[in-house]
């Protein structure tokens, strides 16, 4: 069985206090949640202070973005071991905004993804299709070449620490939501692709996360689907009381 993971993307929102208010009402609303990982990533220089909130408690916290590189002349970057030295245990890699906005090419996601692994943080590969790529048929073609080439070069062994989410791109903060027949149908295609490059075991025992305009309102029909092992939220993990009830899904 697949233990669920509930997590959230805090993509570039929240001061400090508003991130620490936050986390506190997200430990003191999941003490009792033991059955399932929740997870926030808060924007970098918030991560400290969501520390000091969240460390002891039900809450795993992870930054949004790394580099590959462990130091030297990157301006503006920063690498897995300073996450892993204020707190951070997640990292999120190739998110369709750093895809499509900052340019990252798989590549790239592939080697940061490489990186996380052999610095102990663990991945949430992303992947998902663009709306013209689905209109004209070629979402299989594109979650297919984001998977093989996002983990490119990685063992079996590492492969079991990685989690990808699916999330296409036209259902990310346009509260259009794929349906959860299609949502499962497309996770089911990552389980074959798993199973095509390592085997049986990484393909069932892999979790694959659905995001896109995940809600209070969706997130018990998504979660009923075989494939589905939880959420990467983005706007509803922001207030306190959606992402709790998300985080409650039965
Ligand atoms: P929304 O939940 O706001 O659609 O964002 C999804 C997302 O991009 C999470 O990484």
């Known amino acids: 069985m697949r233990r669920a993971l509930i997590a959230g993307n805090w993509k570039m929102n929240l001061d400090r206090g508003g991130a620490e208010a936050l986390a506190r009402a997200l430990v003191e609303g999941t003490s009792e949640v033991n059955d399932r990982d929740i997870l ?5 220089p918030l991560i400290p ?4 909130v969240v460390k002891g408690s039900n809450v795993w916290l992870g930054a949004q973005n790394m580099y590959f590189e462990k130091k030297g002349a990157f301006t503006g970057e920063v690498s897995a071991d300073m996450l892993k030295s204020v707190g951070a245990e997640w990292v999120i890699l190739g998110h369709s905004e750093r895809r499509h906005i900052f340019k990252e090419d798989d590549e790239l996601i592939n080697k940061k993804v490489k990186s996380a692994i052999d610095q102990g943080l663990k991945p949430i590969l992303c992947v998902g299709e663009l709306l013209e790529e689905r209109e004209s048929g070629k ?19 590492d492969v079991l620490k ?21 949502a499962d149908s497309i996770h089911s295609l990552i389980r074959s ?12 025992k892999t979790r694959i996360l659905y995001g896109g305009s995940v809600k209070p309102e969706n997130i018990d029909s998504l979660m009923a689907k075989e494939n589905i092992d939880g959420a990467l939220v983005g706007g509803a993990s922001l207030k306190a009381e959606s992402f709790l009830r998300i985080i409650k899904f039965q």
């Open 40 to 44: 926030i990533c808060p924007s970098f």
């Open 49 to 52: 202070a969501v520390y000091a």
């Open 139 to 157: 979402t299989e073609d594109v979650v297919k070449r984001q998977v093989v080439e996002g983990l490119k070069d990685i063992s079996v062994s």
């Open 162 to 182: 990685v989690t990808i989410a699916y999330e296409p791109v036209w259902a990310i903060g346009t509260g259009k939501t794929a349906t959860p027949e299609d």
């Open 193 to 204: 692709i798993l199973k095509d490059m390592y085997s049986e075991e990484v393909s069932q």
